[in-house]
């Protein structure tokens, strides 16, 4: 039986608060508790490449190119844990923020009396859970885009109704992209391994083959020029869906992150991870 468990993530964020209209720090974990859970785990995580060639241990991986990822690999290699962080190199390359990060942004800043008009409907935004709803509708239409350019296009429209800017600078710190210097630092850190999540974050539902193909070697070869490593493994933009087997890719494994599946491997070269709760 193989006994590797594959640990997911998404950063940490300092004095994470407890505030239902914090949508920035949704899928952050609080750095304290992350680094005390670190100095406490009776185990070490170990390498992804040692674990799955042995059949046991426990791996931590990190998806997305966020600060607040960075800062928990950092926080992980401190205290001598192995960590893998997948990245979409398209956002550091062009200091974009993701998108979701905007939509959270932006969720977190409609006043409550607001109203948004989208897709001939208008969204009355009275409590919390009408922005709940509307962050559910406009994710849901963000995943069926196939290009930044459009994604970028839906957010400002948004952004415009409720009189706001869309930049980088104005997210919370962790949820802006790496940096270059920033990833060539963590690319130097022996116990830091750069994996690939993809050029962009593109639900692959929407792509055919060839660009599925496309968006892996792009990533790829980026990853390889700019941090001298060279991906084995590739993480599924959301981690719900399954690439074709018509499409050829060079990975070892594939990951998910799926809670509708069991753990551990559910099928040739596919690894469903489970999400780390502290």
Request: charged fraction near 25%; charge should be neutral.
């Amino acid at each position: 039986m193989n006994e590797t468990l594959i640990y997911c993530m998404h950063g940490v964020v300092k004095n994470k608060k407890a505030d239902a209209f914090n949508f920035s720090q949704r899928i952050f974990l609080d750095f304290d508790q992350f680094e005390e859970y670190l100095k406490n785990r009776p185990a070490k995580f170990i390498d992804i490449d040692e674990a799955i060639a042995e059949g046991k241990g426990e791996v931590l991986t990190i998806d997305d190119a966020c600060i607040g990822g960075g800062d928990a690999a950092l926080l992980a290699a401190k205290h001598q844990h192995h960590v893998s962080l997948f990245i979409n190199p398209y956002y550091i390359e062009n200091q974009q923020a993701y998108y979701f990060s905007y939509l959270n942004y932006l969720l977190e800043n409609i006043p409550q009396t607001a109203s948004l008009k989208w897709s001939g409907k208008t969204y009355f935004i009275k409590e919390i859970n009408d922005k709940y709803r509307l962050r559910q509708i406009l994710k849901h239409q963000l995943r069926q885009l196939k290009t930044e350019e459009e994604r970028k296009k839906l957010l400002q429209n948004i952004a415009q109704q409720i009189g706001l800017k869309m930049t980088m600078e104005q997210l919370p710190r962790c949820a802006q992209t790496l940096t270059k210097n920033q990833l060539s630092e963590l690319a130097a850190n022996p116990y830091v391994r750069i994996e690939n999540h993809g050029w962009t974050h593109t639900c692959i539902s929407v792509l055919k083959e060839e660009e599925i193909q496309e968006e892996v070697q792009k990533s790829q070869d980026w990853i390889e020029a700019n941090c001298h490593q060279k991906p084995v493994y590739y993480v599924i933009p959301f981690g719900d869906q399954i690439v074709p087997d018509s499409c050829k890719l060079s990975a070892k494994l594939f990951f998910l992150e799926d809670s509708r599946f069991y753990r551990g491997f559910i099928g040739e070269r596919i690894y469903n991870r489970t999400t780390l709760q502290i």
